[in-house]
């Protein structure tokens, strides 16, 4: 535990001294994104990677944590404060029941249902349009603000958002290594021998799943308040696509993978400027390679690289 | 012979009830639902041969659809071909796309494992999508109606020549579909590995080309379903996505078999659509395949008409 505790403590200085590197620019506003993504990357990773259960309507709950946040401050003036935990404890409910029903399914059926979900959640956005302002999106959303502090630049966004961020790596690094954890990973290893073992798999699975998208659109919030526009286009099937791609690319139950994954994902866009239509080939080709050539995803994929590169070296070195 | 019988109740409905808007409106939704349903059944059915001769749900196979549309578009376009050659010729090369798509992707899968199968084939589909969108650009198209665009007046409601091509295509294709399955031994052979996998192996089935030929089989159904829908709806690189799932949608309805229960799904699906737009909403349109996917799932998981199956551990 005391080496976890070590690996966060290292994680978030280099979190918290990012921006005097990068300091001013557009970075600083990627940057926050990456931050974003991190969290909703953990939180699917969450029950993807620990409990093995799929989910590919994700960007949905993200978007129902955006809209209710950007919904009761901006039309109905509420606290930004208020606003953020109830949106979380409505995500939190409709997960929770849904997920009963939902998550008996498995494998490719699991997958196919969450999807209708998401795509469900994606068109009620779209056509409810006297509280959402559908296609067109919904704007005038609130910068968050404690006191006389409004986070309203890049540089106190970034710190805003990753103080979550952060929190959230802590509590899901805490939670990895805890019981839960392990029933969690049980669960993933055979549900069959997890409930022999005393695990009460069904209960659990929900849980995580309902834990999982209170995260993500605790996310969502946080999106609605920096962005201060919110529209459909960021909430379907396409992000939840790219949030399964930062998953995996990331591995599969590794917390600091998802980070990487995240950064990667956010960051690769930027990168490619100029080339932005290649962007769905690479996403495509970059998820495809990871499952066949690296299936442990970049933290347990580099370091065998590293060692097999070594090898090679070392046995030309010897011939 | 229910299309006969179906416009005399409505005459006698109409001198009744004196609502003839309503009515007509019904049976126009009615008709263009089924051949509508009828696509979802093509595209239904090649989800099941495939999931049910490798236990895979195909996540690309909308991009199939997707496919068969614009190759046609490119055949008839860029190549000046004649639709009758344009059509096999985008058959045959989407039905390449599947054998690559076996070949490169499912095949080689190290950890074949659910989700894995999952990704890949998501991935496989935004690569596909991807390079059209790279070939053939954003655009939306349109192909040209097989034969014309002149309406033909069925008891007040008016259909195209194009739902006729559908459904009369669709017919034949559920024909030659079920002759394979039942009178030649490939499709016996195929219907032997959904049975069992092992047994129809320890018989001499060479498992891993009845795979290969369900990808085949799936891409052209696909295909052709993208071809014959495309004079109606119009095709662009990215319309695989609702096509596939909603095909997909069909196939739970009729418990992923490869046969009736599948396109009745279809046509079930196509006119519940299809009422629901014009009656209820059409901007909800596509909530309706989606919230029926669920219930569906969540309360009779084996299909409308299957029979209800113990869980296996």
């Known amino acids: ?319 | 012979m229910k299309g006969n019988s179906l416009p005399m109740k409505g005459r006698e409905f109409l001198r009744k009830k004196r609502t003839p808007m309503q009515l007509e409106q019904i049976l126009q939704y009615s008709f263009s639902g089924l051949s509508t349903g009828a696509i979802y059944a093509l595209i239904g059915i090649g989800f099941s041969i495939i999931f049910n001769a490798t236990g895979i749900i195909n996540f690309a196979q909308g991009e199939f659809v997707m496919l068969g549309g614009m190759l046609t578009l490119f055949f008839l376009e860029l190549l000046q071909l004649p639709l009758w050659a344009a059509v096999p010729c985008a058959v045959a090369v989407s039905a390449l796309a599947g054998i690559l798509f076996e070949r490169l992707a499912i095949r080689p899968l190290r950890q074949p494992t659910p989700i894995n199968l999952v990704i890949i084939t998501i991935a496989g589909s935004i690569l596909i999508r991807g390079l059209a969108m790279l070939l053939w650009g954003k655009d939306t198209h349109a192909i040209p109606p097989f034969s014309g665009d002149e309406p033909i007046s069925i008891a007040g409601a008016t259909i195209l020549p194009q739902h006729i091509w559908i459904l009369a295509i669709t017919v034949l294709i559920i024909a030659v579909n079920k002759f394979f399955f039942y009178h030649t031994i490939s499709g016996k052979a195929m219907r032997a590995c959904s049975y069992n996998r092992r047994a129809a192996s320890l018989v001499g089935i060479d498992v891993r080309r009845m795979v290969l030929l369900s990808f085949i089989i799936s891409s052209v159904l696909g295909s052709l379903a993208g071809i014959i829908v495309a004079p109606l709806t119009m095709t662009a690189y990215d319309v695989g996505i609702m096509l596939g799932l909603k095909g997909f949608c069909a196939a739970i309805i009729g418990g992923m078999s490869s046969g009736m229960a599948t396109v009745v799904g279809g046509l079930i699906l196509g006119v519940l659509e299809s009422l629901g737009a014009g009656l209820i909403s059409s901007g909800y349109k596509d909530a309706i395949a989606f919230i029926i996917l669920l219930l569906i799932l969540f309360i009779r998981p084996q299909g409308l008409f299957g029979k209800a199956e113990s869980e296996r551990v």
């Open chain 1, 1 to 319: 535990m005391r080496r976890e505790l070590l690996k966060f403590l290292f994680f978030a200085v280099l979190i918290l001294a990012a921006p005097l590197v990068f300091s001013g620019g557009y970075l600083m506003n990627v940057l926050v994104f990456v931050g974003i993504n991190t969290m909703l990357a953990v939180a699917l990773n969450l029950l993807l990677g620990y409990a093995g259960q799929i989910s590919l309507g994700h960007a949905g709950f993200f978007g129902i944590g955006a809209y209710l946040s950007g919904i009761l401050t901006a039309t109905y003036g509420w606290n930004a404060w208020l606003a953020m935990p109830l949106a979380a404890l409505v995500v939190g409910t409709l997960a929770g029941l849904i997920g009963f029903p939902i998550l008996k399914l498995k494998g490719h059926y699991l997958a196919m249902a969450t999807l209708g979900l998401g795509i469900i959640i994606y068109i009620v956005f779209n056509e409810t349009v006297d509280l959402t302002g559908g296609p067109s999106g919904l704007s005038g959303i609130p910068n968050l603000s404690i006191g006389s502090l409004v986070f309203d630049n890049d540089f106190k966004n970034y710190y805003l958002i990753w103080t979550f961020g952060l929190a959230v790596v802590l509590f899901c690094v805490n939670l990895a290594g805890s019981r839960v954890g392990r029933a969690l990973r049980a669960v993933n290893d055979s549900e069959v021998a997890a409930r022999v073992m005393g695990v009460n798999a069904r209960i659990l699975k929900v849980q995580v799943f309902a834990l999982s998208a209170v995260i993500s659109s605790l996310a969502g919030s946080l999106y609605a308040h920096t962005m201060t526009f919110v529209s459909p286009a960021s909430f379907g099937f396409n992000f939840s696509v790219e949030l399964l791609t930062m998953v995996v690319i990331g591995g599969l139950g590794s917390v600091y993978g998802s980070f990487l994954g995240a950064a990667l994902l956010t960051l690769l866009p930027e990168l490619l400027r100029g080339a932005q239509d290649y962007d769905i080939i690479i996403y495509g080709g970059l998820l495809m390679s990871m499952v066949m050539f690296m299936p442990g995803g970049l933290v347990r994929g580099l370091p065998e690289l590293f060692r097999r590169v070594a090898r090679r070296r070392e046995g030309a070195g010897n011939a």
